[in-house]
């Protein structure tokens, strides 16, 4: 097994960032878009409905959205437990202030215009949802926490659910910390395995009609073990047969034996295994085959985070415009494509100002604050901070690269 974490160090070049990393986050941010965007706007007309074809009915027919949201937690396997940085004086309290000037500020902006935008628009102050359901400002509220699906409160956005996946992963990686077992593969790999097997239990008692878990339960065993998989695939597993065996079976599990054995039972369960599957090529592909590193993807990377937190924001209001039209004016009856291209642009321009605006400033002050609060921790401690040299030359580096690393 090669050395996934000084292969991928390798590479980082002087900005600290991976490049091919980026090319995959911004590669997985299109593709939700493309999905929803085709799903939505091929209702606008017969016309349209006509042109779907291959730019909505096969994307559907394998969840093209899902195979994005399965590389971006692919993506956080292989980078976030090596972001916590054992040896500093403070190595929890840092990570955790990185982490919220990370995911907060542009969560924050968009969590206000989501709520107009799906919510509140109608004139009606705190709106009623198409299924009657109130939004309220107790809602909008608990939104901001970003917790709001722990209190069993509705998303202002609906791609919000993932975001609640990446905390849970960082808790357990904080867990994994204080065990001295975020950096074990054999450790790593007992966690991975355990979740995908309680999945595959899961999802085995409800095919047989004696459910034990939710399938809400059952997808959250499924999304984490994607992400530890992750992290298995990064470390050095030379000399670690357990954690190596653990890694290549759940990856052959995931990969072949879940999508051929669900397509032989059928149902409903072929589209996400096959999902699943295909995100896990496409992510295995742009680490080992393909590394893309072009200044586009490097871009496209970057806006990735406010390209998946905005663009329902850009499109569904043009959507809705455009379904108040007369059914056969030009506005309703484009080739989808063009819808696409359309929203495409529009979301690239908001999440480049958002990313300009919001999120670098703000990436910027959580990693000098994470350095100031790992100097303080030091200096309470009597320790003297040997990684202040090296947390400076961070915080510089990723002020000339524009963004720390994802």
């Known amino acids: 097994m090669q050395d996934h974490r000084e292969n991928a160090d390798s590479t980082a070049g002087e900005t600290g960032r991976l490049r091919y990393i980026d090319a995959l986050r911004g590669i997985a941010a299109l593709l939700v878009l493309w999905l929803h965007v085709a799903n939505s706007y091929r209702a606008l007309s017969p016309q349209t409905a006509a042109h779907v074809r291959w730019l909505n009915d096969f994307v559907s027919e394998i969840d093209i959205g899902r195979i994005g949201v399965v590389v971006f937690f692919l993506i956080s396997g292989f980078v976030i437990p090596f972001s916590i940085r054992p040896g500093s004086a403070a190595p929890i309290g840092s990570f955790a202030i990185r982490r919220v000037f990370r995911l907060y500020p542009a969560y924050w902006l968009s969590v206000p215009l989501a709520a107009f935008v799906f919510f509140w628009a109608a004139g009606r102050p705190f709106g009623a949802w198409s299924a009657g359901q109130p939004f309220t400002a107790g809602d909008f509220l608990v939104n901001l926490t970003l917790l709001q699906e722990a209190f069993g409160v509705r998303d202002a956005n609906p791609v919000y659910w993932t975001l609640l996946v990446e905390i849970v992963f960082y808790v357990l990686c904080v867990g994994l910390l204080l065990c001295r077992s975020l950096h074990s593969p054999r450790r790593v790999a007992i966690v991975c395995a355990s979740l995908a097997a309680l999945h595959l239990f899961g999802v085995f008692m409800v095919w047989i009609g004696r459910p034990v878990l939710t399938i809400d339960a059952a997808f959250w065993m499924l999304n984490l073990s994607v992400m530890f998989w992750g992290t298995l695939y990064r470390f050095d597993l030379r000399g670690e047969r357990i954690a190596r065996l653990v890694f290549l079976g759940v990856g052959i599990v995931y990969v072949l034996a879940l999508p051929i054995a669900s397509m032989a039972i059928g149902k409903s369960l072929p589209i996400y295994t096959v999902s699943y599957a295909i995100g896990f090529l ?16 490097d871009w496209l990377g970057r ?23 007369p059914v056969a004016s030009p506005w309703r009856t484009q080739h989808l494509a063009v819808y696409l291209v359309a929203n495409l642009v529009l979301t690239l321009i908001a999440a480049s100002l958002v990313f300009r605006f919001v999120e670098r400033p703000m990436i910027r002050l959580g990693h000098r604050l994470a350095t100031r609060y790992e100097q303080r921790a030091a200096r309470r401690h009597g320790v003297a901070n040997a990684r202040a040299p090296e947390a400076a030359a961070e915080i510089a580096s990723e002020i000339r690269a524009g963004a720390a690393a994802g």
């Open 282 to 297: 496409v992510f295995i592909a742009g680490t080992r085959i393909a590394r893309i590193e072009t200044r586009l993807t």
């Open 303 to 325: 806006v990735s985070y406010s390209t998946y937190l905005f663009h329902p924001i850009v499109f569904y209001p043009i959507w809705s415009w455009l379904m108040r039209q």
